[in-house]
């Protein structure tokens, strides 16, 4: 057993980050640019926020904050490209690695909760991808269609199928070659159950009253529109875009999509589906987040008890 000797050197020993995530609209922006202005980069942890061109959607830090406080893993994909949460995962410590040298603390943060759990905790142990069974999957997929797809995976994996969006499928047929290749759900393949020993992570969960979240959400959806969403989408489809495009599938985006199928709809029932979205969402993430209890969780507003948190892990801001 390790004495608390050995735990502190530990601690001061291996490189630090600072993992900061919450609900969409909790208040991650204005928390970073007030504590992490100095001395820190951030590496995004947002799967919308990868893609070029979806930038009000997914609430993309302004230029201003990107030139204040550097930004990584923002812009590196075009919205018809895949990224997995195992990319992710390597990009990350690729960054992390490059902050560390240039004297700085990474600052991992952003809502999409799987990127995060598999970063600090590793991904589970699933077997390897079999190329024939991956295109005998997609195959299959493409010539039944999206809601054959999702519930196939509903019932193999009623508890994978809870989690992923049924217009996800990337991580929908993703899950059915796992199924297909070991006989076993996704769900059954576990992570680790604590976070990696070979970086001192510092992790705080953003939290809000329930009817405060969903009041900011409304507001922040709104705000969307005003700052040229619908323009942003027009742009989007002038390009080409279509659902079967991996950035489509991000809130914000996907609700035009099924206006589309269902029939021409108006702007304002747009906006209205995507709150709708966007809340159902955020009680997800909130649901993720409070599995990982690793994480010490605060109030966004309550800046000094992170700065205190943060000082019992060795960290100055």
């Avoid at 209205?272 to 159902?280: A, C, F, K, L, M």
Wanted: aromatic share 10%; proline share 5%; charged share 25%.
């Amino acid at each position: 057993m390790r004495s608390s000797t050995q735990r502190i050197l530990e601690t001061t020993t291996r490189n630090k980050a600072v993992v900061l995530t919450g609900p969409t609209a909790v208040g991650k922006t204005a928390l970073t640019e007030s504590l992490f202005s100095n001395g820190f980069e951030i590496i995004n942890a947002d799967s919308v926020q990868i893609y070029r061109g979806l930038d009000i959607g997914s609430a993309k830090p302004s230029e201003d904050l990107q030139r204040r406080i550097p930004h990584h893993l923002i812009d590196i994909k075009d919205p018809w490209e895949d990224y997995s949460s195992g990319e992710f995962v390597s990009d990350a410590l690729s960054a992390m690695e490059k902050i560390w040298e240039n004297g700085n603390i990474p600052l991992i943060t952003g809502g999409t909760m799987y990127y995060i759990k598999h970063l600090i905790y590793g991904p589970p142990e699933t077997p390897s991808a079999d190329p024939a069974i991956r295109a005998a999957v997609l195959e299959e997929c493409s010539k039944k269609g999206r809601d054959w797809a999702y519930g196939y995976l509903e019932s193999i994996d009623p508890v994978s199928a809870a989690r992923i969006n049924r217009n996800d499928m990337y991580r929908i047929t993703r899950a059915i070659e796992v199924y297909r290749t070991s006989s076993r759900p996704l769900s059954s393949f576990a992570p680790c159950s604590s976070p990696r020993e070979d970086i001192d992570f510092a992790l705080i969960g953003l939290m809000r009253d329930r009817s405060e979240l969903q009041s900011r959400i409304e507001l922040r959806v709104h705000q969307m529109f005003d700052e040229g969403l619908y323009d942003e989408v027009r742009l989007l489809f002038s390009k080409g875009a279509d659902r079967s495009w991996p950035g489509m599938e991000g809130i914000g985006y996907r609700e035009f999509f099924d206006a589309l199928e269902s029939g021409e709809m108006p702007l304002s029932a747009i906006c209205s589906e995507i709150v709708r979205t966007t809340r159902h969402y955020a009680k997800r993430q909130i649901t993720f987040l409070s599995s990982m209890k690793d994480f010490s969780v605060f109030s966004p507003d309550d800046e000094d008890g992170v700065r205190t948190f943060l000082s019992s892990h060795g960290i100055c801001c």
